[in-house]
């Protein structure tokens, strides 16, 4: 699960630079922006992933649990979490979500006086 994590925030990280490359038709502020709230979004899920990963290590490697046990958990946790990427993250793209803030809840795009 650790290890998914961290290929997850790589990919992240690789789409978030690939944005400073190719912003696509948007301006490269507004990709970068974009991206970059989609990115911290993956950060917060990530980082529960990783407690939950951290609750696993330090309290079911270390009991007194049997290997087949505790290897059912490990696997278990795993597919847990592949199945809330694919099938609800495969529903989100479908209906079209991008991970971004809607307009209305995004910041001015440039200073403004208040």
Same mark, same amino acid.
Request: without cysteine; aromatic residues 8%; hydrophobic residues 55%.
């Given at each position: 699960?650790?290890?998914?994590a961290?290929?997850?925030?790589a *990919?992240t *990280?690789? !789409?978030?630079?690939?944005?400073v490359?190719d #912003? *696509?038709? !948007?301006? !490269?502020? @507004?990709?970068?922006?974009?991206?970059?709230?989609?990115?911290?979004a993956m950060?917060?899920g990530?980082?529960?992933?990783?407690?939950v990963?951290g609750?696993v290590?330090?309290?079911v490697? #270390?009991?007194?649990l #049997?290997?087949?046990? !505790?290897?059912?958990?490990?696997?278990?946790?795993?597919?847990a979490f592949l199945?809330?990427?694919?099938?609800?993250?495969g529903?989100? @793209?479908r209906s079209g979500?991008? *991970?971004?803030?809607?307009?209305?809840e995004r910041?001015?795009?440039?200073?403004?006086?208040?």
């Amino acid at each position: 699960l650790e290890l998914t994590a961290v290929f997850v925030a790589a *990919g992240t *990280g690789l !789409r978030l630079g690939w944005t400073v490359i190719d #912003p *696509g038709p !948007r301006t !490269r502020r @507004v990709a970068l922006a974009e991206e970059g709230r989609a990115a911290l979004a993956m950060a917060i899920g990530l980082a529960l992933v990783l407690f939950v990963s951290g609750a696993v290590e330090g309290f079911v490697t #270390p009991s007194g649990l #049997p290997t087949w046990a !505790r290897v059912t958990i490990g696997v278990v946790a795993e597919l847990a979490f592949l199945a809330y990427v694919y099938v609800l993250g495969g529903r989100a @793209v479908r209906s079209g979500a991008t *991970g971004d803030l809607d307009a209305s809840e995004r910041s001015a795009g440039v200073p403004t006086a208040a």
